[in-house]
């Protein structure tokens, strides 16, 4: 019997898979896995200095402590010492010195995480205490790079900057970051007839497999990885959770027992890399018009004390220098500096936001001087397409200035702007500030051989569906839209797809979920996997109905359209049929961003499959006797493409910004002069809350043409919108000159509220 239906398509699916289970408790996370009897507790022993060299390290009374099983040093390591991933840089455990206050010198291993515990305060070291320095700039002047200096450069700069009207230099900080990700660091390692399974809380399960693999002079196929979810990543378990997946691993081989390692907040504070800090050096050129004729930068990266992925942060700064902007001539050069802090490592934006910063300073800065709105010469700048950026590639589909104009007319952003003015005539201690942000973000892994993916598919003979991809779900929901492209290749309802854990057993060889690409990459693996076995189907079909022309044959509804026509040949139907006639029901995905490469020689090229667009207008109000300050709302436009699930998208837009803004204006990451990080805790470090972030967000969905590089068109939201948190800083500014004209000029994030009484009465 033929049914005439219109198909229906199961692509408008506007939540969160995990949303329930989450609200009730019932995610697993490393440290709700049940525990295998016998289950040991690492917990490694941090260097209490920042620089020095070890003359003795003491582990005796803490052996004989009640419980404590082993101590294990780097000497203990059967293969390779080391987790530099980039440089060769970082070893597991320290060997002859120490070069950051947290660094792992040892790790200890006990019945129970208190013996341990008591174990760590018992160790005593003896360490030739050498000079520290937290000091980009400084560790620059002193020859301490971790890697080789990186300049980008377009058009003749020098020439440029001769024939420009105005030209105003100055320098640029911004602070570190910590990421402070729900669930801390953390694996459990359980040895198996020589192979290792670890469950680790990362973003990259292949690097912990590598890392564990090399520390323990094992193969990549005696080493296995399980992720089944983390409670947050944003770029800190990009790199740097395999240290601890590689410390659990080696305690588990070695003794032959399950450890499980899971840091205390404290700890991971302490022990892990966090955003880079920068400081920057800018020049910027305008004609008398206003446009932007040459802009130079210099930034000098805190890279800590280890290379990490800092190199290819460094590389992201410079990408994004320029931000939305056109820039004929621009001469970017960036230092990758060596100091005595914990590694830096990638943060949601990874060096893109302090480029970024440092471009909106300078424009601030100008505008300043030459007494316009800084959305004079912003927008006036703004890219178009057949543009090009300093690195080579050609700006296609820009929505840089769609963005823009859509917000300033859909927000009323000229009559904000006289309402401010008005409440700042009225007002005297009371201020409020009107910024617009800009965001552009390019689309990949810079690193193009990074940029592919792979997924496994199973269609089950029942009909049921499991699929696995190299995709880590840390909140930011790339299991529902994984499952969402399952759902839609085969015709299913979401229910009838199962997400399984990202395992480096089922799908091999995965780059780290990070750099937006996570849902791209993955989904397009697997909508190229379900695609083979929806063609083994349909093929099946036309044999089945005797279809020998050019019918066309869907699968939708959990049915067979032919024509668009509902067939009598229902989806499980369809399989037990394709189960009997031994049809292979799995497959393999895989897919490669094409048409991208960099040459690094040149420093040019086309790295990125697309960008990211949007803009954000944030106000503010400022309490001038005080310092305190509310961001009062942010309107954002952004450039979604189309979007495959706009609950999650908007969740992205929100957090992101949220994260922003907590940079921009509270996130204060202090060192003393000796190295010890002082904001080492949540009392001390303040993040943002439900008080702080803006009391009204709209978010408008661009409706956007989208991108074929996007899974469906539906445009990344990962990164881009934490970068609409850089207009607080300016935001701030705006309501403090509002106050005293006169105030400094001073491009120093975070504007906490004692930087913003420092500048209402400087
Ligand atoms: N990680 C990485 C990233 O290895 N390469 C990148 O280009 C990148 N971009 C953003 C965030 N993480
Ligand atoms: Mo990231 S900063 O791990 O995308």
């Known amino acids: 019997m033929n049914k005439k239906t219109t198909p229906t398509r199961a692509d408008s699916f506007s939540g ?146 001769a024939q420009c009207e105005h030209v105003f230099e100055g320098t640029a900080h911004t602070g570190g970051q910590e990421h402070v990700y729900l669930e801390p660091q953390g694996a459990y390692a359980v040895p198996r007839e020589g192979k290792v399974f670890i469950h680790s809380s990362t973003q990259g399960p292949t690097q912990v497999q590598r890392a564990a693999a090399r520390v323990l002079g094992l193969s990549m196929n005696q080493v296995e990885v399980d992720v089944a979810r983390i409670g947050g990543g944003f770029g800190g378990k990009e790199d740097q959770a395999s240290a601890w997946g590689a410390m659990a691993a080696l305690a588990a081989h070695l003794l032959n027992k399950p450890v499980k390692y899971i840091l205390s907040r404290h700890e991971d504070l302490l022990m892990t890399g966090k955003r880079h800090p920068y400081d920057s050096d800018y020049r910027i050129g305008l ?106 590639q050609v700006v296609r589909e820009s929505e840089a200035r769609p963005c823009w104009i859509e917000n300033i007319e859909r927000n009323d952003i000229r009559g904000l702007q006289k309402e401010v003015r008005r409440y700042n005539a009225e007002n005297r201690l009371s201020k409020r500030g009107l910024h617009l942000m800009p965001v552009c973000f390019g689309i990949s892994f810079t690193n193009t051989m990074m940029n592919h993916a792979r997924a496994l598919v199973h269609v089950y003979s029942d009909g049921s569906v499991g699929i696995s991809t190299g995709a880590v779900e840390m909140g930011q929901g790339a299991n529902t839209k994984m499952v969402q492209v399952a759902a839609r290749e085969f015709g299913l309802r979401l229910g009838q797809v199962r997400i399984e854990t990202t395992n480096t057993t089922r799908v091999a060889n995965t780059s780290p979920s990070a750099a937006s690409a996570t849902s791209d990459l993955n989904g397009k693996a697997l909508q190229n996997a379900c695609g083979q076995i929806r063609q083994r189907l349909i093929q099946l079909i036309r044999q089945e109905l005797r279809l020998y022309g050019s019918e066309e044959v869907q699968l939708l509804d959990n049915a067979v359209f032919v024509n668009g026509q509902r067939q009598d040949m229902e989806w499980k139907g369809l399989i037990q049929l394709a189960f009997t006639r031994r049809i292979n029901l799995s497959a393999k995905g895989h897919y490669a961003t094409p048409k991208i490469s960099f040459d690094k020689e040149k420093e040019k090229g086309h790295p990125f499959a697309y960008h990211v667009f949007g803009a954000a207008a944030l106000l503010c109000t400022v309490d001038c006797l005080r310092g305190i300050y509310t961001i009062d709302a942010v309107h954002i436009v952004h450039d979604f493409g189309s979007s495959m699930n706009v609950g999650v998208d908007l969740g992205q837009v929100e957090g992101g910004l949220a994260q922003g803004i907590g940079w921009m204006t509270m996130e204060n990451l202090q060192h003393s002069t000796e190295g010890r990080l002082l904001s080492q805790t949540l009392s001390n470090y303040k993040i943002p809350d439900i008080y702080s972030v803006p009391k009204a967000v709209s978010v408008h969905f661009l409706g956007s043409e989208g991108s074929d590089f996007a899974i469906y068109k539906s445009k990344t939201t990962g990164e881009p919108p934490l970068m609409y948190g850089i207009g607080a800083y300016f935001a701030l500014y705006d309501a403090i000159l509002a106050f005293n004209p006169e105030a400094p000029l001073l491009y120093h994030a975070p504007m906490t509220p004692e930087r913003v009484l420092g500048l209402l009465y400087g």
């Open 16 to 161: 969160h898979l995990d949303a329930a289970n989450h609200v009730r408790g019932q995610s697993i996370y490393v440290d709700d896995l049940p525990e295998y009897a016998g289950t040991l507790y690492g917990r490694a022993f941090p260097s209490p200095v920042a620089h020095g060299r070890i003359r003795r390290l003491s582990l005796g009374a803490a052996e004989q402590l009640e419980g404590v099983v082993r101590i294990f040093t780097a000497r203990d390591v059967p293969g390779e010492n080391q987790v530099g991933n980039i440089v060769p840089d970082e070893p597991l455990l320290a060997e002859r010195e120490v070069h950051y206050l947290g660094q792992p010198m040892a790790l200890i291993v006990a019945d129970s995480m208190e013996a341990a515990e008591q174990a760590a305060e018992l160790i005593q070291v003896d360490i030739e205490e050498l000079p520290a320095i937290t000091d980009a700039r400084e560790a620059f002047r002193r020859g301490q790079l971790l890697a080789g200096s990186r300049k980008f450069e377009m058009g003749d700069v020098e020439a440029a900057f």
């Open 287 to 392: 004609d008398e018009n206003l446009n932007i004729l040459a802009y130079e930068a210099t930034f000098y990266q805190n890279g800590g004390a280890a290379a990490d992925l800092s190199p290819a942060v460094l590389e992201r700064t410079l990408f994004h220098a320029t931000n939305s902007y056109y820039v004929p001539n621009a001469r970017l050069t960036a230092h990758c500096c060596k100091t005595n802090i914990a590694p830096s490592t990638a943060f949601r934006g990874f060096g893109g936001p302090q480029g970024m910063f440092v471009i909106e300073a300078a424009i601030h800065h100008a505008a300043r001087m030459l007494e316009v709105a800084p959305m004079e010469i912003q927008e006036k700048n703004l890219l178009r397409d057949g543009q090009v950026f300093p690195y080579g």
